[in-house]
Nanobody
Framework: QAQLVESGGGLVQAGGSLRLSCAAS????????MGWYRQTPGKQRELVAV???????NYAESVKGRFTVSRDNTKNTVALQMNNLKPQDAGVYYC???????????WGQGTQVTVSS
């Protein structure tokens, strides 16, 4: 049974930092991407940062220069270091994993990030 377990969310003041972690287990296929998405009330889930198996990364424009995604392929983990947090960064952050053959998508349960101004 594939499972993604997240940790590290919480409440932080604007300008502060948080680190999110995600550990995947039970994944039977090659992992193409691991990363993070964010969802806020009334909005669709949106990409925050993704790390691909070729080593490339992709960030939402709003977090470039402040967030860093890192991945450990040997442990099937992905982390998101979030610095200089802003109130607009708040939301539920979901760990995401995509396998490339067969192509399947997995989601974590979500972790809340709250940024006070």
């Amino acid at each position: 049974q594939a499972q993604l377990v997240e940790s590290g969310g919480g409440l932080v003041q604007a300008g502060g930092s948080l680190r999110l972690s995600c550990a995947a287990s039970g994944i039977l296929y090659h992992i193409a991407e691991m990363g993070w998405y964010r969802q806020t009330p009334g909005k669709q889930r949106e990409l925050v940062a993704v790390s691909s198996s070729d080593g490339s990364t992709n960030y939402a424009e709003s977090v470039k220069g402040r967030f860093t995604v890192s991945r450990d392929n040997t442990k099937n983990t992905v982390a998101l270091q979030m610095n200089n947090l802003k109130p607009q960064d708040a939301g539920v952050y979901y760990c995401n994993l995509v396998t490339d053959w067969p192509r399947r998508t997995y989601w974590g349960q979500g972790t809340q990030v709250t940024v006070s101004s």
